[in-house]
């Protein structure tokens, strides 16, 4: 049963049903705690660790596609750390050069199609492959799912607060 009337309503035995459902429902909060801002609002920090709401949007599009497009199918992908200065894992995020909201968002959606079809066409207990992120162990589907997973509602409930420091909206 759904703890609210905006969390998924899916309740499949299929869990990667439930993984999508609520990977989509994740990537929908983001945009919704985004809408309203204005571009000025997006690219200003008000948190003393210095990151703002757009460039967390631009990690969550890296993130997504380093974990299921570079990590799991193995495929190479252009700047997988465009997110961070100068492309090191360890640095601050950065919005892309030329990036908006808008475009932004989009590619979070596309990311998310991409991620249904995977979900759709692999078994979660399949390994990911050699050659992309990964070059020895590479973790199953289900590890990179629930690992997303808990990057989108960490990252929402940081937008949460980035949010009501802007301009009081909160919650859901």
Request: net charge negative.
């Amino acid at each position: 049963m759904p703890l609210s009337d905006v969390e998924p309503t899916l309740d499949s035995p299929d869990p990667a049903a439930q993984l999508v459902a609520y990977l989509d429902y994740y990537r929908a909060a983001v945009e919704r705690k985004l809408d309203g801002l204005t571009d000025a609002r997006l690219r200003t920090s008000l948190l003393p660790s210095g990151w703002a709401p757009l460039e967390l949007l631009a990690h969550l599009v890296h993130m997504e596609r380093r974990w299921f497009v570079w990590g799991f199918l193995g495929e190479q992908v252009a700047d997988p750390w465009g997110d961070h200065a100068g492309g090191e894992p360890e640095a601050p995020w950065q919005v892309p050069g030329g990036a908006d909201r808008d475009g932004l968002v989009a590619a979070l959606h596309a990311g998310g199609e991409r991620t249904r079809h995977i979900l759709a066409t692999h078994d979660l207990a399949e390994r990911a492959a050699v050659g992309g992120r990964f070059d020895a162990d590479p973790p199953t589907l289900a590890w990179i799912c629930f690992h997303v997973l808990q990057e989108y509602a960490r990252h929402t409930g940081h937008l949460d607060v980035a949010r009501e420091l802007a301009d009081g909206v909160t919650g859901e």
